[in-house]
């Protein structure tokens, strides 16, 4: 009897242990092909990055997206990798010479383990010669960037600490029990999925460097590779340096600035605009306002000084699926509130309130032509929420993650769209007007309410008046002389003066061709 408990304690500790190894294995197979396929995303990144600055001079909000996007999975994934390999860390923190004998799951988990750990090495070694010669995504991939869950220095970090000589130790103590345990003896193993590793491992580079032991070629080459490492660093700190100078001079001037106001906005706490305003937002609309009497509105180049992006309350956020969204749980009892508009101020990108949103004379609300899925407009709320608590942008660079101004959020949200950018002191910037001016006619925007000098302007004319306060020519068949437009109407045709679109006075001062209208009723 006690000889039939033994064998089925042996076959069921044998059975788990084939369970385990099998669940391993899944594990090991995913972490391989997902690091393989790194090496193709990064020739695309590569080719995708030069051609963007090749064709625009600048990035994208899309590149941007991308490349911060594949960050984010590269890092996720090597700290996978990384846990992985360290699983059999009990075996390789003690000299190999010491360890006499290996169980058959340690022996076969070790192989997966260093396949892991060589594949992570070869990739790591690609990214770096691929990335570290090229400035621009060197310095993105550094910066800070909450919205990524990014460290400042992640890329230095991540390079170098692939390259310590901690790991190296573990990398040649690892292939030195495999090669004294596996390699000897693969016949007993006999299995696919261990061959599969053992291929790995010996056509990757790191093994071949350190099969043979010390190598004190390799561990200068190591030391280079971090010195390299270090030297672009310091080329990039005297980078942000000038940086620094730039953010803080423009922050001293910019707050001074901001704190002269003549006097309060002529549609300030007007409950007759607050009700048109809401009955009339979407989710992703966007907010433009003018606000003539601040002394900043004069250092704004364009016409509009502020632009906000509306998310939508809680009833639209469920419709969308993401009212349980790690995220926008984290902004519930802001929104619950009724603070449904992300913008950057000064201080920082803020979640706030549409009455917060009324101490100006002109508004207008701009609303996207192409009917998005709710996926995408999800994947749109998401990115604006993301960027809450970053500080302001001073140095007014669309590049930089971590610091944004009010205009920069839209380029960073509203990814697709192929916003118009200016070239300040090197630095690519967007002003609120290039932002404006995706709503002129035929362009992907379009006015759905707007405000001049604080009266409302009538639905009919909305675009006509929208595009000349953004200095828009007239398209042929509605300019009918120097000074006035002859704009169709549903009933007659009226003139309206070029001056008198100008000051902004448009109730009742239409020339009389027929029924009067009534352009600026609140």
């Not at 590269?74 to 992985?84: D, G, M, T, V």
């Not at 009455?355 to 609300?365: G, M, V």
């Not at 930089?400 to 920069?408: D, L």
């Not at 707007?450 to 000349?468: A, E, P, T």
């Amino acid at each position: 009897m006690k000889n039939l408990f033994f064998i089925l304690l042996i076959l069921t500790q044998s059975a788990i242990a084939r369970s385990y190894f099998t669940y391993e294995y899944e594990e090991f197979d995913q972490i391989i092909t997902e690091l393989i396929q790194t090496k193709s995303d990064v020739d695309e990144q590569i080719i995708a990055f030069n051609k963007v600055l090749e064709e625009k001079g600048h990035l994208t909000g899309k590149i941007l997206e991308d490349v911060n996007k594949f960050a984010e999975k590269r890092i996720s994934l090597r700290q996978r990798a990384y846990e992985y390999f360290m699983k059999y860390a009990y075996l390789i923190k003690k000299r190999s010479k010491k360890i006499k004998s290996l169980e058959e799951h340690e022996s076969k988990g070790l192989v997966n383990a260093l396949a892991v750990a060589v594949t992570l090495f070869d990739v790591t070694n690609y990214t770096y010669i691929n990335f570290l010669g090229h400035r621009k995504l060197r310095m993105l991939l550094n910066e800070r960037d909450s919205s990524y869950k990014r460290a400042e220095n992640t890329f230095k970090r991540s390079i170098k600490g692939v390259y310590s000589l901690r790991n190296r130790k573990y990398l040649k103590r690892a292939i030195s029990i495999y090669k004294r345990f596996y390699l000897k003896n693969p016949e007993i193993y006999g299995d696919d999925d261990v061959t599969k590793a053992d291929n790995i491992i010996k056509n990757s580079f790191i093994y071949s460097k350190y099969k043979n032991g010390s190598n004190f070629k390799e561990l200068i080459k190591v030391t280079g590779a971090r010195l390299k490492i270090s030297a672009k660093n310091q080329f990039d700190f005297l980078s942000f340096i000038g940086n620094s100078v730039v953010y803080y001079g423009s922050k001293l001037f910019g707050n001074i600035m901001g704190s002269f106001q003549k006097r309060r906005g002529k549609l300030f706490e007007n409950s007759k605009f607050i009700l048109k305003v809401k009955r009339r937002l979407e989710p992703l609309d966007i907010l433009l306002e003018k606000t003539p009497f601040r002394l900043t509105d004069n250092f704004i180049p364009g016409y509009w000084g502020h632009a906000a992006i509306y998310i939508g309350d809680q009833n639209d956020l469920r419709k969308l699926g993401i009212w349980n969204h790690d995220l926008v749980q984290k902004y519930r009892k802001e929104i619950l509130s009724g603070k449904t508009i992300v913008e950057a101020l000064r201080s920082n990108v803020q979640i706030n309130s549409i009455d917060h949103f009324t101490d100006i004379d002109d508004f207008a609300i701009i609303r996207l032509n192409k009917e998005l899925t709710n996926e995408e407009k999800a994947e749109h709320i998401l990115r604006a929420l993301s960027h809450i608590g970053k500080l302001y942008d001073f140095s007014f660079d669309v590049e930089t993650g971590e610091t944004i101004v009010c205009s920069e959020l839209h380029y960073r949200t509203y990814i697709d769209i192929d916003f118009n950018t200016s070239t300040i002191l090197g630095r690519p910037t967007i002003s609120v007007d290039q932002v404006a001016e995706q709503a002129v006619a035929d362009m992907p925007f379009t006015p759905k309410l707007l405000y001049i000098d604080g009266k409302k302007v009538k639905d009919k004319v909305m675009q006509l008046v929208y595009d000349q306060k953004l200095s828009t020519p007239l398209p042929a068949d509605i300019l009918h002389d120097s000074d006035t437009y002859d704009y169709p109407l549903d009933f007659h045709k009226q003139k309206l003066r070029l001056d008198l679109l100008d000051n902004g006075e448009f109730e009742d001062k239409l020339i009389d061709l027929g029924p009067a209208i009534n352009m600026a009723s609140v």
